[in-house]
Every structure is written in C-alpha cells, then in structure tokens.
C-alpha cells in the first residue's frame, strides 16, 4: 500500500505541477472531487480494516504481555508496565500514507461541499468591474442562489431564482469554459440590448443614470467620467472612458453563438438576448472584455452570485457587501 500510496500522490502532485507551470489546463472541482473520491476509500479502509487491524494486534500484545509479566511476577521480577504503553500507543499509530489521505479526508471534503453547494471564494484579477470591484478584492460567491449544480458537470438539479438584471454573476467563459468570468447581468432572456454611443438601452427604454464626480483609477493612473446606474431594481457605479470610441471594428468581434442576433456599427452594438441566455458587461465599460466581444453567456455556464468582499489586504475598508 505504501507503493501504491505514493503513486497516488505522486499523480496528485504531478498534475497540480503541470498545472501550474501552464502545460495542462487545469480543473479544481475536477482535482477536488478525485481528492474527495480517492481519501474517502482510504477514510473507509483505515475504518473498516486497517484500524481494526492494529486495535487486534494491539489487544494481543496486551494480552500476552499481561500473560508474561503475571509469569514473571510468580518468579519475583517487576516489569516495566511503560514498555506496554509505549508498544500499543506505536502499533496503533497510523501509517504516513494513511496520514495522508484517510487523515485529510474529513477536512477535503467538508471544502469540497462548502465549494461546491454553499459559497466559493474568488479573486478579482482585472479591473473590468471597477469602480464596484477593485483588483485584489477576495469575494464571496453564492452557489446555491441561481439553483443547486452538480459538481465538475455543473448540471442544475434543483431550481433556484432567475438572473435579473444588475445582480454582479460569476460564470465560466464561454470560450474557455475552464476560465471563470465575473460581470454583470444586462440583459435577460428576450431583451433587446443597445450599447450605442456609450449609453445602455434595454428593451427601447434607457437604462437611468446620473452623473458623479470623476473616479481617479489607482491602477491606470487616470480619472473617469462616473455616473450612478441603475439596473432592474440595483443601482450600482460605472465608469466610461471619454478617449475611447464606442464602436467596434470586425476585427474585434468574435464569432459566438447566436452572433446574427447582434448588430455592430460604429456607433456600438444592438442584440437580441436567445432563451436560456444572458448578457453581460463590465461596470468599467470601455476596459471590459464582455458579452460585447464574445456573446453570450448559456445557464449551463452559470457558477453564481457574487456579493460579498471578505478581504483586500491592499484596503480592508473594501471589506463588506456590495451591488
């Protein structure tokens, strides 16, 4: 077993090494759940047999220690009663290769569970969602609001609420489904989005907003223009550019499905969002590689809900909800 064990391992370690180096592309929930999988066999064999293995040996050692020492007791000799402790307390020692894994169990699977069902922390790598969210914000995502999903398959098996517009929704890239993406929801299903000339328009119907002082970007260095939006029933900050046109060339645009639903021009872009569809966009709007570019985004790519900022080492006053 101790062969096999660092087999195991080894594979373990060798796939979290490639990985990291970029020759693989990696999946955590698929890592997880096979660590999940493989130290709960372990978890069970150390239950089952080999615990119960070295509790037998243990109780025999007693049993004839006690036998020899009543012996040697008729004979007059004192024996050493904390030679008996220290043999049982190594024989029922468990092994470094069931240390592990079937120790590691508990604490790999109540991660995989929270992970998986309840929330999942993030890190935000780019500036797309600022002024809402900051480069180095560590949020929170709810799993369970958008329904409850397998792990690794992320297939829904139980309903939960709808998307709306304004809610801040992590999601897998849809063209690298292994890449999670976080922005937010614009358009639901059978909305008519208009980004043109830099303002939102859903459905005919102008999306409310009103001008705030400049937003000076630590990262970029810059102020921009900042106005106060509201989506559905969330409002929320957003920033534009002003040196940056609100067209797009060809050679920006993607080719997504559904992309004859979306009409480009130099004025910005028109689409009409298909069922079981969303459609989304950074609050940094002219720095944010979103639906604009690669479409949209199929529930089956949803991971959830962001909305909490549990730490910024950088700034703990980001720390707290937010829309």
């Given at each position: 077993?101790?062969?096999?064990?660092?087999?195991?391992?080894?594979?373990?370690?060798?796939y979290i090494g490639a990985w990291y180096f970029g020759a693989i592309e990696g999946n955590f929930a698929l890592l997880l759940f096979l660590a999940s999988v493989v130290t709960?066999?372990?978890?069970?064999?150390?239950?089952?047999?080999?615990?119960?293995?070295?509790?037998?040996?243990?109780?025999?050692?007693?049993?004839?220690?006690?036998?020899?020492?009543?012996?040697?007791?008729?004979?007059?000799?004192?024996?050493?009663?904390?030679?008996?402790?220290?043999?049982?307390?190594?024989?029922?020692?468990?092994?470094?290769?069931?240390?592990?894994?079937?120790?590691?169990?508990?604490?790999?699977?109540?991660?995989?569970?929270?992970?998986?069902?309840?929330?999942?922390?993030?890190?935000?790598?780019?500036?797309?969602?600022?002024?809402?969210?900051?480069?180095?914000?560590?949020?929170?995502?709810?799993?369970?609001?958008?329904?409850?999903?397998?792990?690794?398959?992320?297939?829904?098996?139980?309903?939960?609420?709808?998307?709306?517009?304004?809610?801040?929704?992590?999601?897998?890239?849809?063209?690298?489904?292994?890449?999670?993406?976080?922005?937010?929801?614009?358009?639901?299903?059978?909305?008519?989005?208009?980004?043109?000339?830099?303002?939102?328009?859903?459905?005919?119907?102008?999306?409310?907003?009103?001008?705030?002082?400049?937003?000076?970007?630590?990262?970029?260095?810059r102020y921009f223009k900042q106005y106060a939006e509201t989506l559905g029933e969330v409002p929320h900050r957003m920033i534009v550019d002003g040196e940056r046109r609100g067209?797009?060339?060809?050679?920006?645009?993607?080719?997504?499905?559904?992309?004859?639903?979306?009409?480009?021009?130099?004025?910005?872009?028109?689409?009409?969002?298909?069922?079981?569809?969303?459609?989304?966009?950074?609050?940094?709007?002219?720095?944010?590689?979103?639906?604009?570019?690669?479409?949209?985004v199929p529930d089956q790519n949803i991971v959830g809900k962001a909305f909490f900022v549990w730490m910024n080492f950088g700034n703990l006053k980001r720390i707290g909800p937010?829309?």
């Amino acid at each position: 077993m101790q062969i096999l064990t660092s087999m195991v391992l080894a594979a373990f370690a060798g796939y979290i090494g490639a990985w990291y180096f970029g020759a693989i592309e990696g999946n955590f929930a698929l890592l997880l759940f096979l660590a999940s999988v493989v130290t709960g066999l372990y978890w069970l064999a150390e239950r089952f047999h080999f615990l119960p293995q070295r509790q037998a040996a243990a109780a025999r050692l007693e049993a004839e220690t006690l036998h020899r020492r009543a012996e040697l007791e008729k004979l007059g000799v004192k024996a050493d009663e904390a030679d008996l402790g220290q043999a049982k307390e190594k024989l029922l020692m468990q092994p470094w290769w069931l240390d592990w894994t079937a120790g590691l169990f508990p604490v790999i699977v109540v991660v995989f569970l929270l992970r998986s069902f309840l929330f999942e922390p993030f890190k935000i790598p780019s500036g797309s969602m600022t002024p809402t969210l900051l480069v180095g914000d560590l949020i929170l995502v709810n799993k369970y609001y958008y329904g409850i999903r397998l792990p690794v398959l992320n297939t829904k098996i139980i309903e939960g609420h709808k998307p709306q517009r304004g809610d801040v929704m992590v999601f897998r890239y849809p063209p690298r489904p292994s890449q999670d993406y976080i922005k937010r929801v614009v358009g639901v299903p059978g909305d008519e989005v208009a980004y043109l000339n830099k303002r939102l328009t859903i459905n005919g119907q102008p999306v409310a907003y009103g001008e705030m002082p400049e937003y000076f970007d630590e990262d970029a260095m810059r102020y921009f223009k900042q106005y106060a939006e509201t989506l559905g029933e969330v409002p929320h900050r957003m920033i534009v550019d002003g040196e940056r046109r609100g067209g797009f060339s060809e050679a920006e645009i993607g080719d997504f499905p559904y992309r004859q639903s979306c009409r480009y021009s130099v004025e910005g872009v028109v689409c009409k969002v298909p069922e079981g569809h969303y459609f989304m966009m950074g609050d940094n709007r002219d720095n944010s590689l979103d639906s604009r570019y690669w479409g949209f985004v199929p529930d089956q790519n949803i991971v959830g809900k962001a909305f909490f900022v549990w730490m910024n080492f950088g700034n703990l006053k980001r720390i707290g909800p937010f829309n």
